[in-house]
């Protein structure tokens, strides 16, 4: 018979291991997901989510936090080739505008609310120019796309593969999110 520390230190051991996203296959760090994103001129696309997690002492155990993400998607302006948005932000907005693409992320630990500037209101927006990528300042975000319409949890619940649109739709009902996270603030500050 087991005894009780022995059975205090697997129970701390397998609640460790409960607090981490499954992230799939031995030693991988990344999260890979299909996601349906709607966009403002009334497409429906389905593009590629993929992060990187880090793990991190929090103070009682170990956790995985997001650290990298990649948002990789096809459309037939773009010549139907595989455009890849990759920074250290949380993606909250993935659209297209007078034909711009445009993606708004935001710094999800101080880590990243440093690295980018400590920007005010906290969101880093980007524009797709000449097949790159440009960092843009905060009023060239048109206004039209300030509705999330990217997955806000850090993983898709069940480790599910596939995000549709209604799986969005309920999260956006979630009485625990914030307004910043359903839609761009020009006033947002966190408690950085």
């Given at each position: 018979m087991m005894n009780l520390t022995k059975l205090l230190k697997?129970?701390?051991?397998?609640?460790?291991?409960?607090?981490?996203?499954?992230?799939?296959?031995?030693g991988d760090n990344t999260l890979t997901w299909q996601e349906e994103i709607k966009l403002s001129d009334g497409?429906?696309?389905?593009?590629?989510?993929?992060?990187?997690?880090e793990s991190v002492y929090t103070g009682s155990n170990y956790g995985n936090l997001p650290r990298e993400y990649w948002l990789i998607f096809k459309l037939p302006e773009f010549g139907?080739?595989?455009?890849?948005?990759h920074e250290n932000l949380l993606?909250?907005?993935?659209?297209?505008?007078?034909?711009?693409f445009y993606?708004?992320?935001?710094?999800?630990?101080?880590?990243?609310?440093?690295?980018?500037?400590?920007?005010?209101?906290e969101y880093v927006p980007y524009?797709?120019?000449?097949?790159?990528?440009?960092?843009?300042?905060?009023?060239e975000i048109p206004e039209a796309i300030?509705?999330?319409?990217?997955?806000?949890?850090?993983?898709?619940?069940?480790?599910?593969k596939y995000i549709s649109l209604t799986d969005k739709a309920v999260e956006m009902k979630d009485d625990r999110l914030r307004d910043h996270t359903k839609r761009i603030s020009a006033t947002y500050k966190s408690p950085h």
């Open positions: 697997h129970l701390t051991f397998g609640m460790a291991l409960a607090s981490v996203p499954m992230l799939g296959g031995c497409r429906v696309i389905t593009i590629t989510q993929k992060r990187r997690y139907n080739k595989e455009i890849t948005w993606p909250q907005v993935l659209n297209v505008y007078q034909g711009k993606v708004v992320g935001t710094p999800f630990t101080e880590v990243e609310f440093r690295q980018y500037g400590k920007p005010f209101p524009r797709y120019e000449a097949g790159q990528w440009q960092r843009i300042p905060f009023n300030y509705e999330t319409n990217l997955w806000i949890d850090t993983e898709p619940e069940n480790n599910s």
